[in-house]
């Protein structure tokens, strides 16, 4: 393994080099692909593609150890690039949990350090829990810092304030890339958690079949990030949060950023806590009652609860949500046009949240035929954030 000659490959910007990282990037796709298909797909001219994957190969960058089927003459050379080159790790830090994971370069996750964190403000005591941590997964992979490509951290707390007149805290972010580089001498990137989970998701599950992609998030927060024609993010690291500020609502629900009837004050934890409490206090029926004996006792994991068990009131709280939702969903479809939305968040797979959602889009889309927008739920994974975060510093390095 030398880890010299990837970050050089991946430094280097001449013609040459570009047409080093299309190849590149394109068996890192496909995972196994012969010569015929790269030369289709990159439109580099045979000889040209013959000599530089030659020169990825001696390289050991990428590995020619395999056969394809044959169509009638010689079995074809199958490409795939070598995994054990270079690892990626990422992290998300929230205020419940913090993961850190380690990646090879196809997103594998190879290990998992979850920590259990009481604040998702990062400060000096979480950045040495996380530094420690990070050394215990190298030693326990027999692996350097030299070994790893980057580290991609998610931190929406410092990049994306809820109430968008906070301005972005670039000394902030300075210093924790200080203090983690003084400590470990790796590139780092800090990002948007939203960011990363389109990035991750879009990798992952859809690189092949869409070019304007776009993902939203209905949890604490309401978020979305755009990728168009692109593998990175269009949507601004600091800016995920503004989709939650899409006014729906003439002289609607006022809300933290100053406005009237943002989507926020409609779908948004926050917002559905707030109904259902309202309609307790208005003597409405619900199955919380029996489970509480103040209403200061109501959580989210008691909302929760009610959802699962089909509490008529909580039901109908979530599905007036699911329709509002659909409003400021279909108006990011208009300005967008995407082709994939992915709906993520906590409240997606609740009850018929989702079903609402998708049934009220397809129902408007029938109005724009020349619209192609396919409507999915996000995977079920809880550690898409953090493979994102791993994914960045990988297109950070191919770009
Ligand atoms: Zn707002």
Not at 11 to 32: C, D, F, S, V
Not at 107 to 126: A, G
Request: positive net charge.
């Amino acid at each position: 393994m030398n880890n010299l000659i990837l970050k050089e490959f991946f430094l280097a910007e001449n013609h040459k080099a570009k047409n080093l990282k299309k190849i590149y990037k394109e068996i890192l796709r496909e995972g196994l692909i012969s010569v015929d298909k790269i030369i289709d797909k990159t439109h580099i001219k045979p000889a040209t593609c013959a000599r530089l994957l030659d020169e990825l190969v001696q390289n050991n960058l990428i590995l020619a150890n395999q056969l394809g089927k044959s169509t009638g003459g010689r079995r074809p050379i199958l490409y795939r690039v070598n995994l054990t080159i270079g690892y990626l790790i990422g992290i998300e830090i929230t205020g419940i949990f913090s993961t850190i994971l380690l990646m090879n370069i196809e997103l594998s996750i190879i290990d998992k350090i979850k920590l259990k964190t009481n604040d998702n403000k990062i400060n000096l005591n979480l950045l040495d829990l996380i530094i420690d941590n990070i050394h215990k997964i190298l030693a326990n992979n027999q692996l350097s810092a030299d070994n790893i490509l980057g580290i991609g951290i998610s931190s929406d707390d410092l990049l994306n304030q809820p109430d968008l007149n906070k301005k972005n805290d670039t000394h902030d972010i300075t210093n924790i890339k200080n203090y983690l580089n003084n400590h470990l001498p790796i590139y780092l990137k800090l990002g948007s958690g939203t960011n990363f989970a389109a990035i991750a998701e879009h990798k992952l599950h859809y690189t092949n079949c869409s070019k304007r992609f776009v993902f939203t998030s209905c949890d604490i927060e309401i978020r979305s990030s755009a990728i168009i024609d692109s593998a990175l993010p269009l949507t601004q690291a600091n800016m995920t949060g503004s989709f939650g500020h899409m006014i729906i609502e003439k002289k609607g629900r006022l809300c933290s950023c100053g406005s009237r009837g943002c989507l926020q004050q409609y779908c948004a934890l926050p917002a559905l806590k707030k109904q259902i409490i309202k309609k307790i206090k208005n003597g409405e029926n619900s199955i919380i009652n029996q489970w509480v004996s103040s209403i200061k006792e109501i959580d989210y994991h008691i909302i929760f609860k009610a959802f699962e068990q089909n509490d008529l009131l909580a039901i109908s709280v979530l599905e007036q949500a699911a329709h509002d939702y659909s409003i400021g969903l279909f108006n990011l479809i208009l300005t967008f046009q995407p082709d994939t939305v992915i709906c993520g968040g906590t409240l997606v797979p609740k009850s018929s949240f989702f079903k609402i959602i998708k049934k009220n889009i397809e129902e408007k889309l029938n109005n724009y035929p020349q619209l192609n927008t396919k409507i999915y739920p996000a995977s079920a994974s809880y550690d898409i954030v953090s493979q994102g975060a791993g994914a960045m510093i990988l297109e950070q390095w191919l770009k």
